[in-house]
């Protein structure tokens, strides 16, 4: 299984930006859908943004709640799949975590991933 590591958390005023970035090892990125979940406490994880493999044209999805304000892109020769986060809200706020599904374009069911990061923290205030 592939090893990932996020990076770009941090604290921002609502109506901010954040870019997060997904640094993956010991595998080739290209061979995995990607996507990104975010945990806010007290709440399951839920879905943000996942993008295909890019042999199927590298589709993506996007939470309605986040739809309009995120981008995911990937960089294959990076091995890096990122984020773009803006007009952040205070509800935005949440542990963000990268996964990896190795088998199926099913973006939204949290069973398809196969490796997940350790997560990193974003807060937006108000």
């Known amino acids: 299984q592939v090893q990932l590591v996020e990076s770009g958390g941090g604290l921002v005023q609502a109506g901010g930006s954040l870019r997060l970035s997904c640094k993956a090892s010991g595998g080739a990125l290209s061979t995995y859908c990607m996507g990104w979940f975010r945990q806010a406490p007290g709440k399951e994880r839920e879905f943000v943004a996942a993008?295909?493999?890019?042999?199927?044209?590298?589709?993506?999805d996007f939470a309605d709640s986040v739809k309009g304000r995120f981008t995911i892109s990937r960089n294959d020769t990076k091995n890096t799949v990122a984020l773009q986060m803006n007009n952040l809200k205070p509800e935005d706020t949440a542990i963000y975590y990268c996964a990896a599904a190795h088998s199926r374009w099913n973006p939204r069911k949290i069973d398809e991933y196969d490796s997940w990061g350790q997560g990193t923290q974003v807060t937006v205030s108000s």
């Open positions: 993008v295909s493999w890019r042999w199927i044209g590298a589709k993506t």
